[in-house]
C-alpha cells in the first residue's frame, strides 16, 4: 500500500484521513498532512533538520502528540517540514523532521492550524496496513 492522505469536507475545520502500510508510515503522511494544510509543500526545501522524540501512553495518543509537536515547531520556531523519518518502539516515537523556516514571501500559505483535536480521532490497523483520521481545528 502506497501512503496516502485525503481531505474530507468538513463545515470549520480541516477532516482528513490517512492510509499507509506501515504504522510509521502512517505517522509520516498524517504529519505532511498536517503540514501541507498550511503551506504549499512543493516550495519547502529540506534545508534545516530537527530530531525529536514523543512519548505517550498507547498509539492514538502517540500520534496526537506526534502532530501536536508538528504544530509547536510551527508556531514556536516558524520551522515548516515536507519530509519525516519516524520510528517507533512501544510508545515513544522518535522523528527526523526535514524543512525550513517559513518564509511569507517564498511560501504559499493556505490556512494557520491551531491544534489538533480529539473529536473524530482515529487510528487502527486495517487488513492492508494501518488507517487514521484526524480533524484540526483551524
Not at 32 to 45: C, F, H, K, W
Not at 106 to 126: G, N, P, R, S, Y
Amino acid at each position: 500500500m502506497k501512503p496516502s492522505h485525503t481531505y474530507i469536507d468538513h463545515t470549520a475545520d480541516v477532516l482528513f484521513t490517512a492510509e499507509a502500510a506501515t504504522l510509521e508510515e502512517l505517522f509520516a503522511e498524517c504529519g505532511i498532512a498536517v503540514e501541507e494544510t498550511q503551506i504549499n509543500l512543493d516550495g519547502v526545501s529540506t534545508t534545516e533538520t530537527k530530531t525529536f522524540s514523543v512519548e505517550a501512553k498507547d498509539q492514538e495518543s502517540l500520534l496526537f502528540e506526534f502532530l501536536d509537536e508538528l504544530l509547536f515547531y510551527k508556531d514556536a520556531e516558524q520551522l515548516i517540514f515536507k519530509e519525516f523519518k519516524i520510528t517507533i518502539e512501544d510508545n515513544k516515537l522518535t522523528c527526523v523532521a526535514k524543512g525550513e523556516t517559513i518564509n511569507r514571501e517564498k511560501h504559499e500559505q493556505k490556512v494557520d492550524v491551531k491544534a489538533i483535536t480529539m473529536h473524530l480521532f482515529e487510528l487502527k490497523k486495517t487488513d492492508e496496513g494501518w488507517f487514521a483520521k484526524v480533524l484540526i481545528d483551524i
